[in-house]
């Protein structure tokens, strides 16, 4: 008996071995598959793709600078902004364009090595390395440039900032990316909605300069409290009231289940798209 449930024991890690290795090998082949069409599409995609959060730090930064504001909580003005666009921009990659991965790659759910799941984790690492190169470029530029910096008091509050924002963004993604194959309006209609979101996530403004009914508010959208976080650990600035990153972690892990129960319940309808 003891040899039977040995034999079943080994059998079982063997075909899970067998199964990440598969996983891994098909996903960074999508992820350069996915790279070389960024490149086949034009150099000025991935150009665009890392100066994003410098471009938009200094369009947000100006308005600031013409009525004379230079700091916000005691922190130089573009790097707040920075900071807010590098955490709102992870999290964005889930409403798009991760959710696209599995419509842009019909064609090769022809092979029986990719699941349509596949597709989707390949955009999701890949959309994330070159966020995370564009974010340390965007820091890099600050420096050298204005020689500003963030201090990072407690930068294990900035890694945990960061994971919570990936974690998030695949949770939105994945039930986008099931629901969006079989109707794109969902994708369309949820971009269009989510067109406000940045005004909302505290990105260009501190919660702490806001009346508590805003407060009250602005503090059920979940990156709020990762843009905060991540602020908190760069700069130490100090956190709002009902300040919690557990809210958007534990959002995240319902929304990637959700996802994953979706994508279970039709995964052989999205095959046959």
């Known amino acids: 008996m003891t040899i039977a449930s040995n034999k079943y024991k080994a059998s079982v890690w063997r075909e899970i071995r067998g199964g990440l290795f598969r996983l891994k ?53 573009m790097l707040y902004i920075g900071s807010g666009f590098v955490i709102f921009l992870f999290v964005r990659r889930g409403i798009a364009p991760i959710p696209m991965a599995i419509i842009s790659n019909e064609a090769l759910l022809n092979y029986p090595q990719v699941k349509p799941i596949d597709t989707v984790l390949a955009r999701f690492v890949l959309e994330m390395w070159l966020h995370s190169i564009a974010s340390c470029w965007l820091f890099l530029s600050l420096w050298w440039i204005l020689g500003i910096t963030p201090s990072f008091p407690d930068p294990l509050m900035c890694f945990e900032a960061i994971a919570v924002a990936m974690l998030l963004s695949l949770g939105i993604a994945m039930p986008l990316a099931v629901y969006g194959t079989f109707n794109e309006s969902i994708t369309k209609m949820v971009g269009i909605l989510s067109q406000p979101l940045m005004i909302l996530s505290a990105v260009l403004y501190s919660m702490n300069d806001l009346p508590a009914e805003a407060r009250g508010f602005l503090a059920w959208n979940p990156i709020v409290h990762i843009i905060e976080s991540f602020r908190h650990g760069a700069f130490g600035t100090k956190l709002f009231v009902g300040h919690n990153l557990l809210y958007p972690a534990y959002l995240g892990l319902i929304l990637l289940g959700f996802g994953f129960v979706a994508y279970y319940a039709n995964r052989f309808k999205l095959l046959q798209k």
């Open 25 to 77: 090998s098909v996903i960074w082949a999508l992820v350069f598959k996915e790279f070389k069409v960024r490149l086949g599409k034009g150099k000025l995609g991935i150009i665009w793709v890392l100066v994003e959060p410098v471009v938009s730090m200094l369009t947000m930064s100006a308005i600031w600078f013409l009525i004379g504001r230079e700091k916000i909580e005691n922190t130089h003005v």
